[in-house]
């Protein structure tokens, strides 16, 4: 298991370097190849998180029995505070340290610019992942409250081609992508951007390693267990998302983790880990919180009062369960509330965005790191409901 795991890694830190390498010398012909293989592999990826939603979603449901609407309640409670909880993290963060670092206005460039797509093969999604998401949750309470044995087993022979579709197809296709992805930053440049908010990102990366930790011993402490043995799995999914910058891409990688840990309920695993990949982006929440403070220290010279950011992060949590799972969904999700609640303009948007995108992979690598916690937490609950054995 430790060498499948460890594999994993390498084959995911390897295609994180060579990416880099690759983007440092390749030439625009060859990188019009490496777009269309990016633009494709991205294709299918996505195309198949609504089925690995419904496939996992709706048969954990039914294998969850009569509590399955207490135990779905109970998770996006747990989800939504796990994220304004970050996200006032955030904000503390931000009035106690932004005021300590010397922050100058930056004008961001991109050194090459990206050739056009020669080619273009474009797969829509059967739903989008909102949609799958409460199809999933709605057929499976259904199953239930109506006892069909029959619609249950073909949610379980379904959830079984979703597996082979994950083993097969997208298991394969992440390192092509992720190596692709890190080409394309290579190429253009922006790896060198990061020295322009390093300390402010290492901030950033602390905290969520703060965040996590809090997570994680909230979870032993309300389970009586050692959350170790759920976060000791979660490295190739933490490595996965750096690269793909969304939990629904990572989402396969994440699944087989929770599956080897010992302390979860496979069902449970099945049903909380989709769920959270789509609903707990603490993260990116906490991420979203500080560089908002950053970006009107440095536009507009003064931090946001407690009471206006209070009301963002309150609205935020909601918006974040509405992201769409993919790179910089957060942010794009709550670009209503940043008009309309901070007053930001079209700079200040623009700004957010960009440093926004240049931490996206690890904002992403704790939300899906904390779904872990969240799914230790929902196992015990549902223990105690009676959903699986003692």
């Known amino acids: 298991m430790k060498s499948i795991l460890n594999n994993m890694i390498v084959r995911l830190l390897l295609a994180v370097f060579i990416g880099i390498v690759l983007g440092t010398v390749v030439n625009e ?10 633009q494709i592999c991205g294709q299918i990826i996505f195309f198949l998180i609504p089925l690995i ?15 399955a609407s207490r135990l779905l309640g109970f ?19 931000s009035y106690n340290v932004l005021p300590l670092l010397d922050i100058h206005p930056v004008v961001n460039t991109v050194q090459h610019s990206l050739p056009q797509l020669f080619f273009s093969l474009e797969i829509p999604q059967v739903m989008n992942v909102m949609t799958a998401l409460f199809l999933s949750v709605f057929v499976g309470l259904g199953v239930v409250w109506i006892r069909s044995k029959e619609i249950a087993q073909l949610l379980n022979q379904f959830r079984n081609i979703v597996l082979l579709l994950v083993s097969r197809v997208l298991m394969p296709l992440l390192p092509i ?15 060198s951007e990061l020295k322009i908010f390093l300390p402010v990102i290492l901030i950033i990366v602390i905290c969520h390693y703060i965040w996590l930790l ?50 979860l309920d496979k069902d449970i695993a099945d049903f909380a880990v ?18 908002v403070s950053v970006v009107s220290q440095l536009l507009y010279g003064h931090l946001i009062d407690f009471q206006t950011l209070s009301l963002f992060i309150i609205l935020l949590g909601l918006f974040a369960i509405a992201a769409p799972g993919v790179p910089g969904g957060t942010v794009l999700a709550s670009l209503g509330i940043v008009f309309s609640i901070l007053k930001f ?21 704790c939300n899906v790191t904390g779904d872990g916690a969240l799914t230790l937490i929902v196992n015990t609950f549902a223990r105690r409901q009676g959903n699986i054995p003692q």
């Open 274 to 291: 989709p769920l959270f990949a789509n609903i707990h982006l603490c993260g990116s929440i906490l991420t979203e919180v500080f560089f």
């Open 177 to 191: 992508f992720i190596a692709a992805n890190f080409c394309v930053i290579s190429y253009q440049e922006s790896v």
């Open 29 to 38: 012909p060859v990188l019009k190849v490496i777009l269309a293989v990016k």
């Open 53 to 67: 939603i419904i496939g996992f979603v709706a048969s954990s449901i039914t294998s969850i029995g009569k509590n």
């Open 75 to 93: 998770s996006f409670i747990l989800a939504y505070v796990s994220s304004i909880g970050a996200a006032f993290g955030g904000a503390w963060l």
């Open 345 to 365: 303009d079209d700079a200040g948007t623009a700004l957010l965005i960009t440093i926004f995108a240049l931490q996206d992979s690890f904002g992403t690598a």
């Open 214 to 263: 809090i997570l994680y011993l909230s979870a032993a402490l309300y389970s009586g267990k050692n959350s170790w043995h759920v976060l000791k799995y979660y490295a190739p999914a933490y490595f996965t998302a750096l690269g793909t910058m969304s939990s629904a891409a990572t989402l396969g990688v994440a699944l087989k983790c929770a599956n080897k840990s010992p302390l």
